[in-house]
């Protein structure tokens, strides 16, 4: 007989991403689903990581990840939003921005916790909730600019929220938070006991004249908050599963005991890496531009289609809409496509619990032009 246990997680399958990587492969269809580039990463990056091995830096670093990378990373901060964090007690390197997020909610939460969430979400964020014994209290967005209505966040703030979740730049859809909005979370965790989880590992992919609203820009926020980052974004190498998390000490104490029996400490060549090349501060600061081609390169390409752009002003994504095109739901329609046009996309309706249907597809533009131009050509008579 084959044992069998209650299962943790008894609504959770496998993620969209997978599901349509799969399909995306068995129907050789171009894949604008999942956000991972499919250009190379800078060479100087993989020289650095094969020095370090070469050198001999293979054996374990520091558990909160390697001083000096920690030393680079606080100097970043404070260049580039004018935290003055401390490497010793408010960094630590981790596996990757998901692990970042689903270990300062699982230092955070006890049995019962709320937990506001903001859809579509970031599909970790809601089972990292739950296999904690917190409560989800789900807020949507407002379609179609996927703003935050501030009255609605104040009127769900109960005695028993431990947390906000927010995340800018938006996946999927490419919303960002202005100053006005962190004005408005800042007052509505005024006086209360709430932690902020700020999931931004698209902060250098901002684009046109915008400016990311880093949680490490307000000292208010900030001394309540996990801010968490991703290597993975910053320099395409998404399969590294390199990120870290900033938060004041007495978080980012308690986020350490998770970590220590969870991870321990990190890929050691690539910390040393990374510590060396982050002083090439052009690589980060020109990202917003680079990316910001690709996605007007496709915009335009897509011009030959009916698909309507929604505004995007950051991360990997832009989200078209195909209201007036079809009446399928979203995954249907995402299906067909890599089945009949040979593409592949997201349907938003799967950043979302109880799926909500806008007649709107999430479409990865981290490619390079000839793949961007092969799939809008693909999707012209769609
Ligand atoms: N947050 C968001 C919103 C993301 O899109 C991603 C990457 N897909 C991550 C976190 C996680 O990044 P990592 O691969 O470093 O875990």
Redesign the pocket.
């Given at each position: 007989m084959t044992a069998t246990f209650q299962s943790k997680l008894p609504n959770v399958g496998t993620t969209i991403f997978t599901e349509m990587s799969v399909l995306a492969q068995q129907y050789n269809a171009i894949n604008l689903g999942q956000?991972f580039p499919d250009f190379p990463m800078d060479p100087a990056i993989t020289e650095l990581v094969n020095e370090a091995m070469q050198n001999g830096f293979n054996q374990y670093v520091h558990m909160n990840g390697l001083p000096a990378l920690r030393e680079a990373l606080a100097a970043k901060a404070l260049q580039l939003y004018g935290n003055n964090i401390d490497a010793n007690e408010e960094i630590t390197v981790t596996p990757?921005?998901?692990?970042a997020?689903y270990t300062a909610f699982t230092a955070l939460l006890q049995k019962g916790d709320e937990v506001i969430v903001f859809e579509p979400a970031?599909d970790?964020y809601i089972p990292n909730i739950e296999i904690n014994a917190a409560v989800v209290v789900s807020i949507p967005l407002e379609f179609p600019a996927y703003s935050i209505n501030w009255e609605l966040v104040k009127q769900k703030i109960t005695s028993r929220t431990r947390a906000i979740i927010i995340?800018s730049p938006?996946?999927p859809s490419g919303a960002l938070l202005t100053a006005t909005d962190m004005e408005q979370l800042t007052d509505a965790v005024r006086d209360t006991n709430i932690i902020i989880i700020s999931?931004e590992?698209?902060e250098h992919l901002v684009f046109e004249d915008k400016v990311h609203q880093s949680v490490l820009k307000y000292p208010e926020l900030y001394k309540r908050s996990f801010v968490?980052f991703?290597?993975?974004?910053t320099y395409h190498c998404?399969g590294w599963?390199?990120?870290y998390c900033m938060a004041p000490p007495a978080l980012m104490k308690e986020f350490r005991k998770v970590h220590q029996f969870n991870c321990f400490t990190c890929n050691s060549p690539i910390q040393y890496a990374l510590a060396t090349f982050l002083q090439q501060e052009n690589a980060y600061r020109g990202l917003g531009k680079f990316l910001q081609a690709k996605r007007d390169f496709f915009m335009e390409a897509m011009k030959a289609t009916r698909f309507v752009p929604l505004p995007s002003y950051g991360?990997y994504f832009q989200l078209y809409s195909y209201e007036g095109m079809s009446d399928e739901k979203e995954k249907d329609l995402a299906i067909r496509l890599i089945k009949e046009y040979g593409v592949a996309t997201i349907p938003v309706s799967a950043f979302y619990k109880s799926p909500v249907e806008n007649k709107v597809l999430r479409f990865c533009f981290a490619k390079k032009e000839e793949t961007l131009a092969a799939a809008a050509q693909k999707l012209v008579n769609v």
């Open positions: 956000g990757g921005g998901t692990y997020i970031y970790s995340n938006h996946n999931d590992v698209y968490c991703s290597f993975g974004k998404t599963k390199m990120g991360s």
